[in-house]
């Protein structure tokens, strides 16, 4: 149910593999919450795809779960979302395409080829979306060469949360957060960049309107208030990105103040006031609020890292067996006896932005184990990190505090490793849902319920600080910049390695899909 007077609001968080929604009331407590997962198709290498109609169904049963588990009405449904997917719809809104996800990699031809071009670092610092396969810009083009009379059927091109927002709401609408990690809106004017449409070969009359964060869409359609169990009056706040929302969702809203997570993926960002992007382009911008932006990087491999391992490394162990692993990884020593791993075994986004990349271990000896390799793959995810923080501060930022959340925040080693890999202590925030309590702050500020989205830093508390170890920490830093140095020494060999991949008989296919 729906009710001006309550204080509750549902954040609907729409993942990658799955969509969770969570009631939370103004104090930041979290009332009710249920999650319902759906694939990630790989058809073909390089794809990463899903369909939206199994996401749209995910949210209505996600939301009509919590709702009647709360025994109060809400004051509306606020919405977070997975950046940079592309769904191409007929004029009815029908989905021609599947929802192409940010893990799909297709378009990194196209992609490589626009970063190459005297605009390509222009159109990076112009719409804050460094240019990457992720990206919906070069997705456009893919599908303008690739699939021309599938292009030119397309009426308009959305992403996954403006794809629900039409079905619930029957709004053809896109928020500036989701819009700036598309590469096509200009984050200074908060506007369609003329010459990204025009590389992309589309117009503005096929994209959805830009709305701020905050905007509230009346009600629902009488479908959808059937399907929800909501009163058609259910005030919708359009949300978010949610790797901003995650900012949010931690507390760190205040210039200074890095979020830093590792799940399957990772990623590392800063709240800042204005929008900028780093002279050498390390580092994405993606909007908030009109004055509120988040600058830092994702890195596509993180806890991947170490499932792999378990997969290549120790298959005996079994599925689930992450502990055994990291008890495998604690025998080692820091440093791993000067073995280092470049963990991109997705490729890599932050700081490169770069599809070439692949995995290497280099300074393998006879006298390193699997305890050396294992620890290895997950010193190199924070060492990966360490370069983003890296570009977090070259973009102009300081960095005060960090906080850290995600699957790993469970391993007290691998909590370790993070900040002496950093060289500074790393807060825990306690059992928030990052993304869904930062899409229910921002519904919250939007329907009135609280003053400022700046409460948030006073909601979260931190469970635990994890202070660097300084010999630890030492041996890490003397290491980051061999670190660094072999990314670009081995991008010859990641080309030449592209260049012959057709005639080689063809890539195993992943452990588990990426999140």
């Known amino acids: 149910m729906s009710d001006a007077t309550s204080t509750v609001v549902v954040g609907v968080d729409i993942g990658t593999t799955s969509t969770k929604a969570v009631a939370y009331d ?18 073909h290498p390089g794809y990463a795809e899903q369909d939206p109609r199994l996401i749209l169904d995910a949210v209505v049963e996600s939301v009509r779960a919590v709702v009647a588990e709360l025994p109060e009405p809400i ?7 997975a950046m940079h ?3 191409g719809l ?15 990699s297709r378009a990194s031809g196209q992609a490589e080829r626009l970063r190459a071009a005297p605009s390509g670092l222009a159109l990076h610092r112009r719409t804050g979306t460094p240019v990457h396969p992720m990206a919906p810009l ?3 083009v893919w599908f303008a060469e690739q699939q021309p009379r599938l292009f030119e059927r397309v009426a308009h091109w959305v992403g996954i949360k403006d794809y629900v927002l039409l079905r619930l709401a029957a709004a053809l609408v896109t928020d500036h957060s989701v819009a700036s990690a598309t590469g096509l809106m200009d984050i200074h004017r908060l506007a369609w960049d003329p010459e990204a449409l025009g590389v992309a070969g589309i117009t503005e009359e096929q994209l959805p309107q830009l709305v701020p964060t905050t905007t509230v869409l009346p009600g629902l359609t009488a479908e959808a208030a059937a399907a929800t169990g909501l009163p058609a009056a259910t005030p919708l706040v359009v949300g978010a990105g949610d790797g901003p929302l995650a900012n949010l969702g931690l507390g760190a809203v205040k210039p200074g103040v890095v979020a830093c997570s590792i799940g399957t993926s990772g990623a590392m960002r800063v709240a800042v006031e204005r929008p900028a992007v780093d002279p050498l382009g390390g580092v994405f911008c993606y909007a908030l609020t009109e004055n509120r932006w988040v600058v830092g990087g994702a890195i596509n491999n993180g806890g991947i890292v170490l499932q792999w391992a378990g997969d290549a490394l120790a298959p005996e162990l079994g599925e689930h067996a992450e502990e055994e692993l990291l008890e495998l990884a604690a025998r080692a020593p820091v440093g791993s006896g000067g073995l280092i791993m470049l963990p991109y ?8 932005w770069s599809a070439l990349p692949r995995g290497a271990y280099v300074g393998l000896t006879h006298g390193h184990r699997r305890e050396h390799l294992v620890r290895a793959a997950l010193e190199g995810v924070c060492q990966q990190l360490a370069l983003v923080l890296g570009s977090v501060r070259a973009a102009g930022n300081e960095v005060r505090e960090i906080r850290g959340s995600g699957g790993f925040a469970r391993s007290p080693l691998w909590r370790q490793i993070l900040a002496d890999a950093l060289g500074m202590p790393v807060r825990f925030p306690a059992g928030h849902e990052g993304s869904s309590f930062g899409a229910a702050l921002l519904g919250m500020q939007a329907l009135g ?50 260049r012959l991949a057709p005639s080689l008989p063809p890539e195993p296919p992943p452990t588990a899909a990426p999140m």
């Open 90 to 104: 007929d004029a009815d809104g029908n989905p021609l395409t599947p929802s192409v996800t940010w893990a799909d």
């Open 75 to 81: 004051a509306g449904l606020s919405f977070s979302t």
């Open 449 to 498: 319920l609280i003053g400022s989205i700046d409460v948030a830093a006073d909601l979260v508390e931190i469970d635990e600080t994890v202070r660097p170890d300084s010999a630890s920490a030492a041996t890490y830093a003397a290491l980051l910049p061999l670190f660094s140095e072999l990314y670009d020494a081995l991008v010859p060999t990641f080309a030449s390695l592209r």
């Open 85 to 87: 997917s592309l769904i």
């Open 26 to 43: 103004t104090d930041g407590r979290r009332l009710a919450m249920h999650t319902v997962g759906y694939p990630l198709d790989e058809p």
């Open 345 to 352: 075994l997705l490729s890599e986004r932050a700081p490169h």
């Open 138 to 140: 070069p997705k456009l």
